[in-house]
């Protein structure tokens, strides 16, 4: 469809959304509360679903509509454009927001569960090799998706099925030996929306668990920044070599553009120091990609993902 049409076409046709969506439909809303960066232009359509239900039918009439649509979790790998989103963004509302123990040492989470929700409440049950989640701060939707994880352990290792819809509104039960996980990134298809997760850990004793999520916590605070506007490791580590050192040996790791900056205490993270666009982190990441490029031969590869239209 082309642009005028498009317009013309979502402005006859919003009314009859947001009728039947009523306040989970918001247009025009800004993005930037929802990405850790702070930063962002608004989404044409931003729909927060209650249920599975709604979500369901609101599928339905995205794909009647060839909208594009995106799903955002917590926003903390998440680096949003200047100029907003086109089409729709989904964000799961706190219902689905859920921890169940199945069984001793099994769980089912909703997938807009904090991560750390989710290792406090495996420690308050004694169930052990879930500690890392309380390092990451994502949800535990955007984690399955990215293969979230550190210290040696990833998501691939705790989870046992997800449930998603497709494009079409349709559930789908999947098992972990359908999904190929490799770093930082799954084989789930990125138009499927993951409802929930089966989570398997250890059953432990709890002060084992407890000194074990405070180590990693520790280990965390001392070597990564804290209370920054941030996506986490903006890079990909490459095979010989972790991204922040590629940075650090190609110079980069002082460059700034504006308030778009590189952490001192972990220069692969950059930063939204109070007043930078996405425009400028772009900038910063390209200079960044560039530099180590033409000094180590090295291709980064961005671990953070980049949503919206480009200038
Ligand atoms: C300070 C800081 C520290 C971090 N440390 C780590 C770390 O130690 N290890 C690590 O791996 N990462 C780390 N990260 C990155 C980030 O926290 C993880 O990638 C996290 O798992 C992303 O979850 P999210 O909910 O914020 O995802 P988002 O950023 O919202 O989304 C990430 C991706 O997942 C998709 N997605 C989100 N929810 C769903 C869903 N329900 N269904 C389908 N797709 C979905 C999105 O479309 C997007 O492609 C860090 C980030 C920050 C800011």
Known sequence: MDERARIYFMSQDIQSLQKQFGKNLILNENLSKYSWFNLGGP????????????????????????????????????LIRDQGVKGTIIKLSSKFSFIKLLTNDTLEVGAATLDKKISDFALENSIGNLEFLSCIPGSIGGSIMMNSGCYGTD??????????LDDMG????????????????????ENYIILSAVLK??????????????????????????????????????INKKAWELIKESGCDKLNIGDAKISEKHCNFFIN???????????????VKEQVHSKTGVALELEIKIIGDEI
């Open 43 to 78: 989404a044409e359509i931003f729909f927060r679903p209650d249920n599975k239900e709604q979500l369901i039918n609101f599928l339905i009439e995205v794909k009647k509509r060839n909208l594009s649509k995106k799903i955002i979790g917590a926003g903390s790998n998440t």
């Open 155 to 164: 998501i691939s290792e705790i989870l046992i099925s997800i449930k998603v």
């Open 170 to 189: 349709r559930e789908k039960e999947i098992k972990k030996n359908e999904i190929k996980f490799f770093y930082r990134g799954t084989s789930i298809p």
């Open 201 to 238: 850990g250890k059953i432990s004793i709890k002060e084992e668990v407890r000194k074990k999520q405070e180590k990693l916590i520790k280990t965390k605070e001392e070597t990564q920044p804290r209370r920054i506007k941030t996506g986490g490791s903006t890079f990909k580590n490459s």
């Open 273 to 287: 120091n109070g007043n930078a666009k996405t425009a400028d982190i772009e900038e910063l990441i390209n200079k």
